[in-house]
């Protein structure tokens, strides 16, 4: 799959909460690295983003292809994120998610890269204070 591919497949199943087709670009035991929701598998991620989201819109800004200082495959997805959680609350940002792409091309871990500035308050007050994840720090 190309990587213009990958981000259009990727993009259209997170704005759908598409759960099989996103977990279907992931490897067995691939990784996700969230800034709000922390290191977890990609199984466990999903569905606790879509769970969070009242309605997305995702608008690619660019993607590129490169490669790890170890020499594997990486994709990365630059877009625009517009997150509405359930209660209608936005929490928007603009957002880069790192693939580090398998031999197989399907994705082993996703690093989420974003200023949680404004989507980390909005998330506190719709899910409780100190609901999201931080270094450091366990969340329950």
């Not at 959680?85 to 197989?104: H, K, R």
Request: hydrophobic share 40%; aromatic share 10%; charged share 25%.
């Amino acid at each position: 799959m190309t990587p213009e591919r990958l981000a259009s497949v990727y993009l259209d199943g997170l704005e759908r909460g598409d759960l099989e087709t996103v977990l279907s670009l992931y490897r067995e035991g691939g990784i996700v690295h969230s800034p709000l929701y922390g290191p977890m598998p990609a199984t466990a991620f999903y569905p606790a983003l879509f769970a969070d989201t009242g309605r997305a819109r995702l608008r690619l800004r660019g993607v590129t292809e490169g490669r790890t200082t170890a020499g594997d495959p990486l994709v990365t997805i630059w877009f625009r994120f517009e997150w509405t959680l359930p209660s209608g609350q936005p929490a928007n940002f603009e957002c880069v998610d790192v693939m580090e792409l398998a031999d197989d091309g399907r994705v082993e871990a996703l690093h989420i890269v974003y200023d949680t500035v404004t989507a980390r308050p909005a998330f506190e007050a719709e899910k409780g204070a100190g609901s999201s994840w931080r270094p450091g720090r366990d969340t329950g």
